[in-house]
């Protein structure tokens, strides 16, 4: 590593404590003499996996998810309903360079799209209980929503799973592109 890098990471290191502890910081600016201090408020940083997305012209909804966390789901939803609400008709989501996630959440997200009793996902292990197959448990909001799902080398893991259960369910078409 540079040695710039080693003193971001260094610096990022010192920055991180527990949320509502404060954290006291002396910056150098050009062309002043005394460092400027400041003193902050930790606080926990939630980072959405789902931007606000875009509609293009002829009602084409575009949203990225990217990785799959926790709040996905939730995210995803609201995402879904704003863009349905502005005159969405089709989606393109977009599942390039998503490192994947949490595999209940992969599934949670698959089953949005998905009508119920149909396999998401199934997991094989060699230890007794290992193995375990997810189905679908709820009617999909969006039946008869178009959906395209893109992908490429640098998607994985959850992101998988939901671009594999969706074409495997008839509910969606992939592409593969190129890695950028």
Request: hydrophobic share 40%; with cysteine; proline share 6%.
């Given at each position: 590593a540079?040695?710039?890098?080693?003193?971001?990471?260094?610096?990022?290191?010192?920055?991180?404590?527990?949320?509502?502890?404060?954290?006291?910081?002396?910056?150098?600016?050009?062309?002043?003499?005394?460092?400027?201090?400041?003193?902050?408020?930790?606080?926990t940083?939630?980072?959405?996996?789902?931007?606000?997305?875009?509609?293009?012209?002829?009602?084409?909804?575009?949203i990225s998810?990217?990785?799959?966390?926790?709040?996905?789901?939730?995210?995803?939803?609201?995402?879904?309903?704003?863009?349905?609400?502005?005159?969405?008709?089709?989606?393109?989501?977009?599942?390039?360079?998503?490192?994947?996630g949490?595999l209940?959440?992969g599934?949670?997200?698959?089953d949005?799209?998905?009508?119920?009793?149909?396999?998401?996902?199934?997991?094989?292990?060699?230890?007794?209980?290992?193995?375990?197959?997810?189905?679908?448990?709820?009617?999909?909001?969006?039946?008869?929503?178009?959906?395209?799902?893109?992908?490429?080398d640098?998607?994985?893991?959850?992101?998988?799973?939901?671009?594999?259960?969706?074409?495997?369910?008839?509910?969606?078409?992939?592409?593969?592109?190129?890695?950028?």
């Amino acid at each position: 590593a540079t040695e710039e890098t080693r003193a971001v990471a260094q610096c990022v290191k010192a920055l991180r404590g527990e949320a509502g502890s404060s954290v006291k910081l002396q910056v150098r600016r050009a062309g002043m003499a005394d460092e400027i201090p400041y003193q902050l408020t930790r606080a926990t940083v939630h980072v959405r996996s789902v931007p606000p997305g875009n509609l293009f012209t002829g009602g084409i909804g575009y949203i990225s998810l990217n990785p799959v966390a926790e709040s996905s789901t939730e995210e995803l939803t609201a995402e879904m309903d704003r863009m349905l609400g502005k005159g969405m008709k089709s989606l393109i989501l977009d599942l390039r360079g998503n490192p994947g996630g949490l595999l209940d959440q992969g599934v949670k997200v698959a089953d949005l799209f998905l009508d119920p009793k149909q396999e998401i996902v199934a997991t094989r292990g060699r230890a007794r209980g290992a193995t375990k197959t997810f189905v679908d448990g709820a009617p999909q909001a969006w039946g008869s929503l178009p959906i395209v799902a893109l992908v490429h080398d640098g998607s994985a893991s959850a992101a998988e799973i939901i671009s594999g259960a969706c074409p495997t369910a008839g509910r969606a078409l992939v592409v593969v592109l190129p890695a950028s």
